[in-house]
């Protein structure tokens, strides 16, 4: 049971476009809500996160924004930029116990900025 | 330069091989963890661990086996069991961040190929 769901799988948007990238979870549970960026062939980036008692975070040109009661949170990157070319995951963290904490990560966006 | 190290990047066997995949990391994390990666399919948990000498089974633990004798190191064995062990495979370590919440930082992968 997939329980973060990712969309859309990819992603075309023109350089200096705002990149919209939507995650909803199912589990309650989820305390922690991580995205990261990976460039082919590398290791995921952690790239912003936020928890469920914010409702927006902004570092940079990215904002988390965060709704608790419709159980779904987005990546905004405004002016998006070549650079910006990569995959995103969206993530949901939960306490499984005895000081255990794992990660669930939705299936990817693949975003491409054109020129 | 403190990081996260996998390696081989390139790793190739013969089916029925076992094989494994090793991880180090310099950051003094507690937590270490095992993803794999399929195309489309997002990163999904083998095997974690929170302290030396102990792990715990991920989503998709079948087929793979994992030790934890050093703080440093979580080596990864795919075992002949693994019906599938084509895959890219992300090593990853923890550390609480923030009073409850443990960022995740990944190594570089390894990108493993079964024939």
């Known amino acids: 049971q997939q329980q973060v769901k990712q969309s859309p799988q990819s992603l075309i948007v023109q350089k200096g476009g705002i990149s919209i990238i939507n995650c909803a979870y199912e589990?309650?549970?989820?305390?922690?809500f991580p995205w990261y960026q990976q460039f082919p062939g590398k290791g995921p980036a952690l790239l912003i996160a936020?928890?469920?008692?914010?409702s927006e975070k902004k570092e940079g040109r990215f904002t988390i924004s965060f709704n608790k009661s419709a159980k779904q949170f987005s990546l905004h990157i405004m002016d998006s930029q070549p650079g910006d070319s990569a995959t995103y995951f969206c993530?949901?963290?939960?306490?499984?116990?005895?000081?255990?904490?794992?990660?669930?990560f939705g299936k990817g966006t693949k975003l491409s900025v054109i020129p | 330069d403190g990081g996260i190290t996998q390696s081989p990047k390139y790793l190739f066997r013969k089916e029925g091989q076992n094989v494994t995949l090793s991880c180090e990391q310099n950051?003094?994390?507690?937590?270490m963890y095992w993803y794999r990666q399929d195309p489309g399919q997002g990163l999904r948990l083998i095997y974690y661990?929170?302290?030396?000498?102990?792990?715990q089974k991920g989503d998709i633990a079948e087929g793979y086996s994992v030790s934890r004798e050093k703080k440093e190191s979580f080596p990864l064995t795919v075992t002949s069991a693994q019906k599938n062990p084509t895959a890219f495979y992300l090593c990853?370590?923890?550390?609480?961040?923030?009073?409850?919440?443990?960022?995740?930082?990944f190594g570089p992968g390894t990108r493993l190929t079964v024939t």
């Open positions: 990853a370590s923890s550390i609480d961040r923030d009073s409850g919440h443990y960022e995740q930082y």
């Open positions: 589990n309650t549970a989820f305390d922690y």
């Open positions: 936020i928890r469920p008692d914010v």
């Open positions: 993530a949901a963290e939960i306490d499984s116990g005895a000081g255990s904490y794992q990660l669930t």
């Open positions: 950051l003094n994390h507690d937590a």
């Open positions: 661990s929170q302290i030396v000498n102990d792990f």
